[in-house]
């Protein structure tokens, strides 16, 4: 069992930088792989990121790619997405969630956008930005 607590969300402008961190508990942490998701109102939850349990693959939404950078801090079990150049359309309810997920040959995840793949959730951390 892993639970997942969100932090970080805020109130910014446009331009500016936020950094949304997951903790976890539960000793199998590094054995998971982890993603964040996001629900705008009105809106169906979206793929934004995700990583595999040792860090090695990173994926990202192609709306978020070159502005967001996923990590995984196996050791303090914790993952964070560092979001820069905010728009007000990254405006949503973030969720942290984790997972094992099916691998492709290679290592790589295979589904990383599907939310069904992730077992775990977290109660989400609102960010808002501002024009």
């Known amino acids: 069992q892993v639970q997942l607590v969100e932090s970080g969300g805020g109130l910014v402008h446009v331009g500016d930088s936020l950094r949304l961190s997951c903790a976890a508990s539960?000793?199998?942490?590094?054995?998971?792989?982890m993603a964040w998701f996001r629900q705008a109102p009105g809106k169906e939850r979206e793929f934004v990121s995700a990583?595999?349990?040792?860090?090695?693959?990173?994926y990202y939404a192609d709306s978020v790619k070159g502005r967001f950078v996923i990590s995984k801090d196996n050791a303090n079990n914790t993952m964070s997405l560092q979001m820069n150049s905010l728009k007000p359309e990254d405006t949503a309810v973030y969720y942290c969630?984790?997972?094992?997920?099916?691998?492709?040959?290679?290592?790589?995840?295979?589904?990383?956008?599907?939310?069904?793949?992730?077992?775990?959730w977290g109660q989400g951390t609102q960010v808002t930005v501002s024009s």
């Open positions: 969630a984790a997972g094992s997920l099916r691998r492709t040959v290679g290592g790589g995840l295979s589904s990383p956008g599907i939310g069904k793949e992730y077992a775990y």
């Open positions: 539960g000793r199998t942490f590094r054995s998971y792989d």
């Open positions: 990583i595999n349990w040792i860090g090695g693959y990173t």
